[in-house]
């Protein structure tokens, strides 16, 4: 895919814009996020291909991707001590794969939400069976 022009990791990559790296290989750069919606120490980790979806990198680049966001979780580890480190990958905002590595503690936004869900799924039994195995049986045949 062709990148375009106002990407933004882009000219990270090719050190056309500011960043604060904290680590980088010969397929990807993770810097501090600069815009910290979950809390300090919250990173990005990219790829320096430039490929708007995860699924659509190749094996070989995906096990790269995973394999420096798997550093950075423990750099932060290292550095944070936290209870978790959580990771997700929205596919919003800026079209350039990114996966997010962030501090996680027991009782911070990623925590709650969970509990919350945990909670609300305890009072509201779900998807019944029969849904569950159709939906998986689509999946499955995909």
Do not use: W
Not at 24 to 41: C, H, K, M, Q, T
Request: charged share 30%.
């Amino acid at each position: 895919m062709a990148k375009p022009a106002e990407c933004v990791f882009c000219k990270i990559v090719e050190g056309k814009a500011e960043a604060r790296k904290i680590y980088e290989d010969e397929s990807n750069i993770a810097i501090l996020d600069v815009n910290p919606r979950f809390g300090e120490g919250q990173c990005l980790v990219i790829p320096k291909k430039h490929v708007e979806q995860f699924y659509e990198l190749d094996d070989e680049d995906l096990f790269k991707l995973f394999k420096a966001v798997k550093t950075v979780a423990l750099k932060i580890k290292k550095v944070y001590n936290p209870d978790f480190v959580a990771l997700f990958s929205r596919g919003m905002g800026i079209p350039h794969v990114h996966i997010f590595v962030v501090p996680s503690y027991r009782h911070d936004v990623f925590i709650t939400s969970y509990m919350l869900l945990t909670l609300q799924r305890r009072f509201d039994s779900g998807i019944k069976p029969e849904k569950l195995d159709k939906i998986a049986e689509k999946l499955r045949n995909a």
